[in-house]
Nanobody, 119 residues
Framework: QVQLVESGGGLVQPGGSLRLSCAAS???????????MGWYRQAPGKQRELVAG???????NYADFVKGRFTISRDNGRRTVYLQMNSLEPEDTAVYYC??????????WGRGTQVTVSS
């Protein structure tokens, strides 16, 4: 069973930055390189939504609300995916989850990391 562990969340002031990391374990670097990876978030009372994704070919996609502010990247050798978040806004407050997907039949989720943007 693949394990995903997020880190890097915390409390930040509006306009600040955070870098989230998601480390995969119980899987080789070669196998994780075949997975599409993504970051999702869920704010209180709202549904979980896609923030950014990166394919096994390093193609990226972003939700409109984060374009130009967030950057997703991956390091297969470290079995880690990152989310650099700049110009954070109070509306970005949520639990951020890491996802790994192989096709449509296999996916894994981390337990999430809390991001709070507040002055």
């Amino acid at each position: 069973q693949v394990q995903l562990v997020e880190s890097g969340g915390g409390l930040v002031q509006p306009g600040g930055s955070l870098r989230l990391s998601c480390a995969a374990s119980r899987i080789s670097w070669y196998d994780i390189s075949n997975y599409a990876m993504g970051w999702y978030r869920q704010a209180p009372g709202k549904q979980r939504e896609l923030v950014a994704g990166i394919s096994n070919g390093y193609m990226t996609n972003y939700a409109d609300f984060v374009k130009g502010r967030f950057t997703i990247s991956r390091d297969n050798g470290r079995r880690t995916v990152y989310l650099q978040m700049n110009s954070l806004e109070p509306e970005d407050t949520a639990v951020y989850y890491c996802n790994a997907a192989l096709g449509t039949t296999t996916q894994y989720w981390g337990r999430g990391t809390q991001v709070t943007v507040s002055s």
